[in-house]
Structures are given as structure tokens and as C-alpha cells.
């Protein structure tokens, strides 16, 4: 029975969560397999995986799409070292 309500807390969490432009950045920089990554590259999959989120009436936060100045703000919110270099 605990573990019923559980899966039930939990899926239900998933589906009321809202989705956050901090969240998305955060999961590319965490799911990234180098220990560096391109801004570049950075931006296509931020901006990526928030036109995949549209159209799934996923519910979010996001009122506008993912602009360079919200990666760059949360880049600077980690406390994370941005350096010019070729692309990872």
C-alpha cells in the first residue's frame, strides 16, 4: 500500500511539475559526457529540448524561448568557468 501511494505521489509530481528554463540547461550540462561543453552546443540542446516540450502542452514556466542570456545567467549561477575554445 505505501508503495502504491508513492508511485502515485511521484507520478503525479511528474505531471503537475512545472518545467523551468534552469531545469533544462541544468539537464543538458548534467547529461553531457565531456567535462567541457561548446556555448554553442549548449544552446542548440537547451533550445532543442524546449521546442520538443511545446508542443507537448508540458506545463512550464517558460513564457519565451531559451535565450543565450538565460544560459549564460545560469552558467554564472553554477559558479561554472566559460573559456573561448573549440567546440566539444
Known amino acids: 500500500m505505501a508503495m502504491q ?36 552546443k549548449l544552446q542548440i540542446y537547451s533550445k532543442e529540448i524546449y521546442k520538443l516540450l511545446r508542443p507537448k502542452n508540458a506545463k512550464t514556466y517558460i513564457a519565451n524561448a531559451i535565450s543565450d542570456k538565460d544560459i549564460t545567467d545560469m552558467i554564472k549561477f553554477l559558479d561554472l568557468k566559460v573559456s573561448s575554445g573549440k567546440d566539444n
Request: charged share 15%; net charge positive; glycine share 0%.
Open 5 to 40: 501511494l508513492t508511485q502515485s505521489m511521484y507520478e503525479f509530481q511528474c505531471r503537475e511539475q512545472p518545467i523551468t528554463k534552469n531545469s533544462i540547461i541544468s539537464s543538458v550540462l548534467l547529461f553531457h559526457q565531456k567535462p567541457t561543453i561548446s556555448m554553442k
